[in-house]
C-alpha cells in the first residue's frame, strides 16, 4: 500500500489500540492517512489509554487533526477524499449499525459516504460477541458490495469463547487486496 489517500478509522475496542497503532505508523510512512475517531475512541479514559493521549499519538502520526463529528466525514463521499477506508479497530456495536445502516456517528458517516462511490471499506472487527449477537451482522456485512474484511480469528477462545479479534498485522495485505477487488484470504486464522 504506497501513495494512497486512506481513510483510517478507530472505534472503542480499547484493549486493541495498542495493536492498531503500529499499523497506522506503517501505513502513514508511505500514504496519505486522514485519522476518524468514534465518540468512544474521541472522549473516553481507560486503563489502556486517556482519550487525549490516544488522540494527540494518533495526530502526531498523521500530521493532521482527526476528524471527529458527522460534518467533518461527511463531505468523504462527495469529495473523493480517500482511495481506501479502514475501520480498525471496529467494534460490534459498528459493525451492527453498518449493517443496519444507522449513522451516527463520524466513522459511520464517513463509511456511508465512501462506499456510496462503490470505493472499498476494509473492516478490522474486535469484538466479544462475533460467535454471539453480533455474527448476524457480520454475516451481513460479508456479503455487502465494496465490504472487505481484516482476517480474523478467536483470540482466547478459553477465557472469552465467542470473541473475535482482527489479525491487525495482516491489514496491509487486506488493504491490498480491496483495492483489487479481492478479499484477502484465508479469512478465518
Known amino acids: 500500500m504506497e501513495h494512497k489517500r486512506i481513510g483510517f478509522a478507530i472505534t472503542g475496542s480499547f484493549c486493541t489500540f495498542a495493536a492498531v497503532?503500529?499499523?497506522l505508523e506503517r501505513l502513514c510512512?508511505?500514504?496519505?492517512?486522514t485519522a476518524i475517531l468514534s465518540p468512544a475512541a474521541r472522549d473516553l479514559d481507560t486503563r489502556f489509554f486517556k482519550a487525549a493521549d490516544f488522540r494527540a499519538e494518533v495526530e502526531r502520526l498523521t500530521g493532521r487533526p482527526a476528524l471527529?463529528?458527522?460534518?467533518?466525514?461527511?463531505p468523504v463521499g462527495p469529495q473523493r477524499l480517500f482511495d481506501i477506508l479502514l475501520i480498525a479497530p471496529c467494534t460490534g456495536n459498528t459493525m451492527a449499525k453498518l449493517a443496519l445502516n444507522i449513522t451516527d456517528t463520524a466513522v459511520l458517516m464517513a463509511?456511508?459516504?465512501?462506499v456510496r462511490n462503490e470505493r472499498p471499506l476494509v473492516i478490522a472487527p474486535s469484538t466479544n460477541d462475533a460467535l454471539y449477537q453480533a455474527a448476524?451482522?457480520?454475516?451481513?456485512?460479508?456479503s455487502r458490495r465494496c465490504y472487505y474484511f481484516v482476517p480474523y480469528g478467536q483470540d482466547n477462545f478459553e477465557k472469552k469463547p465467542r470473541s473475535?479479534?482482527?489479525?491487525?498485522?495482516?491489514?496491509?495485505?487486506a488493504l491490498d487486496a480491496a483495492m483489487a477487488g479481492v478479499q484477502l484470504q484465508p479469512l478465518l486464522r
Not at 510512512?29 to 492517512?33: D, H, T
Not at 471527529?68 to 461527511?74: K, V
Open 21 to 23: 497503532l503500529p499499523v
Open 29 to 33: 510512512a508511505r500514504n496519505e492517512v
Open 68 to 74: 471527529t463529528s458527522i460534518a467533518e466525514t461527511e
Open 111 to 114: 463509511a456511508k459516504s465512501h
Open 136 to 142: 448476524a451482522n457480520l454475516g451481513a456485512l460479508l
Open 164 to 173: 473475535m479479534v482482527a489479525k491487525f498485522e495482516l491489514c496491509e495485505a
